[in-house]
């Protein structure tokens, strides 16, 4: 049976890279059988959804990369490292079949196998990640000697910065501020005249920005390809299949609420206050107090509002009650309205935006003036309790709740502020504030049944 | 006989140059202004980066792919248009004299002309190439200065918007290795700064955001009680900003802002403080005592104290304070529309000047031309027959500066790149042609 081809063709095994943790550079030419296809990328989908079930709920990279060996021995490991192999680059390429299909499938997919690919990497010998490094010609980039007499000073001074203590061993590789996007937002790297100096134990963000970008320019291209050419090729065939995958692991993004039925703006003040999270509790109290938000704010509890089933028409109306009150009625409709609907989708691109994730929010960083941003992260612990305390929380559970904040553990935080306002046990942990509004619901609705009498 | 000439002629303007001008008559000194003064053809050098079509490997898509808005106020009504785009400067003066726009806004470079972006496919619009902006107001440092708020500000005040600039420009050069830096006064409370080197233009939203994310050091809203924490030794970036510039300045700051004269300004320092055994001792001291800020750092620095939290804490007070407070999303995104220099800020009548970032301690906001200014300076060199009068008023001095401290430089860089590319390309075809 014939494969899928690549517009790339090479004649190796096309993984070219150290044994074990290929770089998927070209489609390569194995010959493998249909089942092969599904199987294999079902289960490394199930390796995917595991890393991303890891990161909202902000596990730490210790954890992560226990969790993604064993992932990989439960679902991809074989016996025999050639077939393991074999079995990582068909379902790779597989996958990029069905994810290249869609933006936010290409960026979940993208996201995923860059994270997969990271902690894969850190759990390599040095060997191994040398021979990677080679791979993408870095070695070409390690700082000389004359050079690092000169900055040496600095390096130091940077590395102690990040409480890590370099030593005239250490490897310094020399690339453009750009290749790092991280490692400079974070500044854990002194970079002189666009060069950051990379240590040779933060390679790995430099590695991964590569990595994230060669894959991000082949689904693009492989988008391409399926829509002008294999998508008709292959429709009685592996088209299916492909649509088939590409429905099974998409994690609920609450744009379009199904479950929960479309809420009124009679019922709003009431859902706010028992069953909003902190963070969208804030950001409506504070409209009704000052009668304005700024922009990630409106954006951070409109969208939120829409994924609860607050209609287009009542969002309008709601926005204009509150701002019309600071700025007046024709101001609204002139500056405000427009970026209302487009978060809806009438507007512009017409994309539906999506009601951001907890780690979306926890990521974010708001400053002056800004109410949005996860309170468990950015409250001080005055202002946190003066905000749990006015939700009814108390006692025993505040003090859980606190020390998980100290840990930095925002969303175990928030799910215990939901056990305790609810009195029940939140068995997935929070990862979304609309998970937070839809289980609040079915717990007060099943609630409302068990009260009634029956017929 | 004079007299009949004198009758034939207009009568200047009567400019009272201390009014700010609002509705017909900010539309009046507009048309004046953009008929006059607005330097279109250093604005069209600037955005076509070489692109002039005088060089065979210019590309002359360029400018006309370039996003422009324009706000335009009546008296009753304020229309905004999006998607402006412009072939050539002659094109664009036309435009500009028609419509005479309140605020005119530099958008980002598309990939096709954004007038015609209905006639291509969603994916086939898009933003390729932007300069690296930041804006910087000071009503975000309402909290630490008490002279002015909101929208005021004043020589007391300024200083902050100084250190930022000093604070950004030394490290987009030192740091990044940008070199093409205009710095803008925003008419009113701030300040902007556009990057146009090549590399910043072509800067992924992922790069600028890092790059936003780097200078990001004040964080948090009103309701976390610190928003800089140092956890141990600073990154070289932060320490030059601290030794060159930070250290000094809110030592100058103490004093005109009297942060230790009144209790619940220096209040609010003590709030900074990790330790409650310092705060408590210092407060009771404190009571009449004037000498404040020396023996709160002799305490911090002294080292009796161990608490986890005191070894930074005097450079985290001073950074809270002087650091320069970003609006990090206008950085970060890449179709952003941000105001274009020599615009006339319509709640002040002031012109939207470019700041030189090595003597921006001279600069002073309470002196820059208003447009209303301009105007009366016209008329007097008019009246006095004077020749080239545009270029004896006060906007002679500003629009030299952009020519010499920033365009000519760029163009320059600009030129050499293309022809580099240009010779590039031809060495390949020729070589493709070898057998």
Known sequence: ?455 | MTKEKEEHREDPMQIDSNRVPTGSLLTDYLRIYYGKFFPYTDMFKWLAYGNDGKHPGCDSSYFGRREFSFTIKSDRDEVYLRFQSFFNASEMETSIKAKCPTKIDIGAVYTVDPAKRHAYAQSGFNPIERELVFDIDISDYDDVRYCCSGADTCLNCWPLMTIAIKVIDTALREDFGFSHILWVYSGRRGVHCWVCDSRARRLSKEQRSAIADYFHVYKGGENSLKKVTFAGPLHPFLARAYTDVLKNEFEKWVSTQKLFEHEERFHKILQLIPDESVVSELAEKWQGNSVRWEHLKHMLQSGSKKTQGLRRCIEEIVFSYTYPRLDIQVTKGMNHLLKAPFCVHPGTGRICIPIDPKKCEEFDPTSVPTVAQLIEELNANASIGADNYVEKTSLAASVHLFRTCFLEPLIKTCKDELENAYNTKIQQTKDSLNW
């Open chain 1, 1 to 455: 049976m014939e494969i899928v081809r690549s517009q790339r063709r090479n004649g190796s095994d096309g993984s070219g890279s150290a044994a074990s943790l290929p770089l998927y550079k070209s489609a390569p030419s194995l010959e493998f059988r249909l089942e092969e296809f599904g199987q294999y990328a079902i289960d490394r989908l199930r390796v995917l959804q595991a890393i991303s079930d890891g990161l909202s709920r902000g596990k730490k990279p210790e954890e992560m990369e226990n969790l993604v060996s064993e992932q990989w021995r439960a679902n991809m490991k074989h016996q025999d490292a050639d077939k393991t192999l074999r079995k990582d680059i068909i379902s790779h390429f597989v996958l990029r079949l069905v994810y290249c299909r869609e933006e936010e499938m290409r960026r979940w997919f993208l996201s995923m196998e860059t994270a997969l690919f990271r902690y894969r990497f850190r759990l390599q010998n040095a060997e191994a990640q040398k021979s990677i490094m080679n791979e993408l010609q870095l070695q070409y980039n390690v700082l000389g000697n004359a050079e690092y007499e000169t900055i040496k000073d600095k390096l130091t001074e940077a590395a102690r910065s990040v409480n890590f203590t370099s030593n005239p061993e250490t490897v310094f590789y020399k690339v453009p501020f750009e290749d790092v996007p991280e490692l400079v937002a974070s500044r854990r790297v002194f970079i002189l005249k666009g060069f950051a100096f990379v240590p040779r134990n933060q390679v790995v963000s430099l590695v991964c920005t590569i990595f994230r970008s060669n894959i991000s320019k082949a689904l693009a291209l492989t988008n391409r390809k399926w829509r002008a050419m294999i998508q008709d090729q292959e429709k009685d065939r592996i088209a299916p299949m492909v649509e088939a995958l590409g429905n099974v692991y998409l994690g609920p993004d609450y744009s379009k609420p199904k479950d929960c039925a479309e809420i009124s703006l009679k019922d709003i003040n009431q859902l706010a206050s028992t069953s909003f999270p902190l963070c969208m509790r804030h950001l409506f109290g504070k409209l009704r107090e000052d009668h304005h938000l700024k922009h990630q704010g409106r954006m951070q509890l409109g969208l939120f509002l829409k994924g609860v089933g607050l209609k287009l028409e009542d969002a309008l109306a709601f926005w204009r009650a509150e701002f019309s009150q600071k700025v007046g009625a024709e101001r609204f409709d002139k500056e405000y309205a427009y970026s209302i609907r487009h978060n809806y989708g009438k507007e512009g691109k017409r994309t539906d935006y999506t009601p951001y994730s907890c780690q979306k929010i926890i990521m974010s960083t708001p400053s002056t003036g800004d109410h949005h941003g996860c309170p468990y992260r950015h409250f001080s612990e005055e202002n946190l309790r003066a905000a749990l305390n006015k939700m009814g929380v108390g006692g025993r559970a505040m003090d859980d709740i606190m020390d998980k904040v100290r840990n930095r553990h925002y969303q175990l935080a928030c799910t215990l502020t939901f056990e305790a306002t609810h009195g029940t046990s939140c068995e997935t942990g929070i990862n979304h504030p609309n998970q937070y509004f839809v289980e609040s619901r079915k717990f007060f609705e099943s609630k409302n049944k068990q009260s009634q009498p029956t017929a």
